[in-house]
């Protein structure tokens, strides 16, 4: 009987043995190797919000993570703390990983590293990844695109920036050499500066975005099949021009795409993003479907239109909604008539003055200023609502090309340039990127700009509280996430909060255009934009012309004039149609072979002196009168000196004009309209106006 009990013991003793070591043998280790980042400085407790600590809750049973991160560490092993000289990576190393995720490089930014071992990178790295073989010639090694460094780093501008994105890219050889698997922790972080308060490490919220990327990673789950949001039903499809749809699903699920007759297939990859481009299309009332599909998941968008697509935005005389402005219902009856779809994205809150809730502040710092929103057929009701000037400019193109428009619309009222210009176009420019530093208290932001900046978010108590104005931020939470949706071209109306410094703004618009264009991937994306119009501001008569002149210089870049309409004390006018109408007429003459179309009013060509006389040759110059039947005003011309006196004596000729004062015995330079709310006059005979200007003799 006892031994009969013994045994029975020993059986259980055994199994309970045997359960065990199964159980350690399905146990999945996973080893997060790094510097502070995956140690968790910064945080309260490292030990609870750490990512390796997140992604351990993630994971859930059947995976022991490890952290093995050393605050410091260098990925060189002459760097000044080399990891691989650690404790930390002698217990990684003991620790024998199925896993390894490897994050490592910031600390080699240091000027003690990279200047001088640079070269020694990719064999050290790989030396790392084989170490960790050796230890398990079974393990999955991957490999982490570092966390971004910002601009409030001690040490961005003096080497840190450009040694972070050489880092990088060594560490996508490394992924090449090694076979290993890639991670992207830089681009999922990027566009939160917010949630790095030293501007390296980042913070709790920061480091579960690393633990669900890295989750992703090893797992495949991405949440399932996805589409952007500005993919919708009703939607317009740019013709002529590949159409590319692109989304997020598991990694390898297969996906299916169908537009219409078309049928294209691909597979997710690793990190969950998938791609097709579907054949271009001509123009067409005739909707089509589209169906997307990874065999679990179908999404259908229904009623879909071809045509043409623009992207309208700027600040708030973009925003300035057709029901504000005159002949208004005339206009919203019409408009249920137009075949325009629009896409209307919409600010949570509104930049008036105001202090914003707590729930409006969280929502800002997610990078949600925009509303939830959808392509919708025109109508009155949503028409009324909508942009006065991108409706005009839209009715004008479905009238005249008679085939469906698309207008995507996300102006913000008050917002500078620099919200819309990317982050790494601002990061890398070498006069632009001080306008990132501290941008409440920065001169060179308006003043305007940065105090109803703080008015908005006074109540919060996040140092790094984002807002619109920020620079960059609207790129981030507008433009970023439709970029790529095939566009015709953009319209824009903006200038006013950066009219304070025309010197910088000479800089500021040629990298906003090209940040877009890098953007689209279309260095010949039209951009097309309104000059300021006229209004008692000193520096307007000099920003005007800087306008004027970009649109000369940049290629694809036209400008309408919009002073003929101003208000001397409101800086929205409400006549939006006559600017709507101009941007349309350019948008056809360059963009659309209506070469017979004047695109607009006279425009200055050149200047040059016959003794007393000064000559200005201008082109689109036929018919060129006065708009109200009275005397040319307004012309100035001056001698050396640079002292100005109206011109007297004004006479048209064929495409010149020819001027002389009585004060100006040898005249060098003219300017036209050059005052802030202007009384100027001269247009062609289309009825145009011609752009306020500063010229010099023999100078275009």
């Known amino acids: 009987m006892k031994r009969t009990r013994l045994a029975a013991l020993l059986l259980l003793l055994t199994f309970g043995i045997h359960t065990t070591l199964l159980q350690a043998q399905d146990t999945i280790r996973i080893a997060c190797i790094g510097n502070s980042v995956t140690y968790g400085y910064g945080h309260r407790n490292p030990a609870r919000t750490s990512y390796p600590t ?87 090694v991957y490999v982490c695109r570092m966390t971004p460094i910002f601009h409030g780093h001690a040490r961005f501008q003096s080497g840190t920036r450009d040694w ?153 005389n973009m925003v300035f909604m057709l029901r504000q402005s005159t002949e208004a219902k005339q206009h919203i009856t019409a408009a249920a008539t137009k075949p325009i779809r629009i896409y209307d994205m919409r600010p949570r809150v509104y930049t008036n003055a105001v202090a914003w809730d707590s729930a409006s502040l969280a929502a800002l710092n997610r990078l949600e200023h925009y509303l939830p929103t959808q392509w919708q057929v025109l109508d009155e009701q949503n028409a009324a609502q909508f942009s006065a000037i991108a409706y005009h400019f839209g009715a004008v193109l479905a009238d005249s090309l008679d085939i469906p428009i698309g207008l995507i619309c996300n102006a913000v009222g008050g917002a500078p340039i620099e919200s819309f210009t990317d982050r790494h176009t601002l990061e890398f420019h070498p006069t632009l990127v001080d306008i990132l530093t501290d941008w409440r208290r920065n001169d060179r932001i308006q003043p305007w700009v940065r105090s109803r900046g703080g008015q908005n978010i006074q109540l919060s108590t996040n140092p790094l509280q984002r807002h619109p104005y920020e620079p960059c931020y609207l790129y981030e939470s507008g433009i970023h996430p439709i970029a790529s949706y095939p566009l015709r071209g953009v319209i824009w109306y903006q200038g006013e909060s950066n009219a304070h410094n025309v010197e910088l703004f000479e800089t500021q618009f040629p990298a906003l ?102 000559v200005l040759t201008f082109d689109h110059a036929e018919g060129m009168t006065s708009a109200d039947g009275a005397a040319l005003r307004t012309f100035e011309i001056a001698g050396d000196h640079g002292l100005y006196y109206p ?54």
């Open 513 to 614: 255009v090209s940040s877009w264009r890098r953007a689209w991937n279309d260095d010949t994306l039209p951009f097309h934009f309104v000059q300021l119009s006229s209004i008692a501001r000193p520096s307007w008569p000099h920003f005007r012309d800087v306008q004027r002149r970009l649109a000369e210089e940049l290629p694809h870049c036209e400008m309408a004039v919009s002073s003929d309409h101003g208000d001397s004390l409101d800086v929205h006018p409400r006549h939006k149609r006559p600017i709507g109408e101009r941007l349309a007429r350019i948008a056809l003459h360059h963009d659309y072979g209506y070469n017979a179309l004047t695109p607009s009013g006279p425009a200055i060509r050149s200047a040059h002196a016959e003794g007393h006389t000064l």
């Open 164 to 316: 972070h994105a050489q880092i990088q890219h060594a560490i996508e050889e490394v992924v090449h050499l090694s076979g290993a698997h890639l991670i992207d922790l830089h681009e999922p972080l990027y566009h939160r500066p917010d949630l790095f308060a030293d501007a390296l490490h980042p913070n709790p919220e920061g480091a579960a975005i690393i633990a669900h990327t890295v989750y992703s990673a090893l797992t495949g789950d991405h949440g399932g099949l996805s589409l952007p949001a500005i993919y919708t039903p009703h939607m317009v499809i740019q013709r002529h021009k590949p159409f590319l749809l692109h989304g997020t699903a598991n990694a390898g699920s297969k996906i299916t795409a169908r537009l219409g007759k078309e049928k294209q297939r691909t597979t997710a990859a690793e990190d969950g993003h998938w791609e097709v481009s579907f054949k271009p299309l001509e123009a067409s009332y005739e909707p089509l479907t589209l169906t997307v599909t990874d065999g679990d998941t179908t999404l259908t968008l229904t009623d879909l239109l071809v045509g043409e697509v623009w992207l309208c935005s700027g600040q708030s």
């Open 647 to 700: 011109a007297d004596k004004v006479v048209v000729k064929g495409n010149t004009i020819r001027l002389q004062s009585k004060q100006v015995k040898h005249p060098t330079r003219s300017r036209y309209g050059w005052q802030p709310f202007t009384r100027a006059n001269l247009v062609n005979s289309d009825g145009l106006p011609a752009s306020t200007f500063e010229v010099s003799a023999g100078k275009e």
């Open 54 to 140: 997140q992604l351990s809750a993630l994971l859930g049973p059947g995976y022991e993570v490890r952290n093995f991160g050393h605050s410091g560490a260098t990925l060189l092993r002459r760097g000044h703390r080399p990891y691989m000289q650690q404790q930390a990576y002698h217990d990684a190393i003991a620790f024998a990983p199925d896993k390894a995720i490897i994050h490592l490089g910031l600390n080699d930014t240091d000027p003690r590293n990279w200047p001088n071992y640079r070269d020694e990178f990719i064999p050290d790295y790989l030396a790392l990844i084989d170490s960790l073989r050796k230890a398990n010639p079974r393990v999955e």
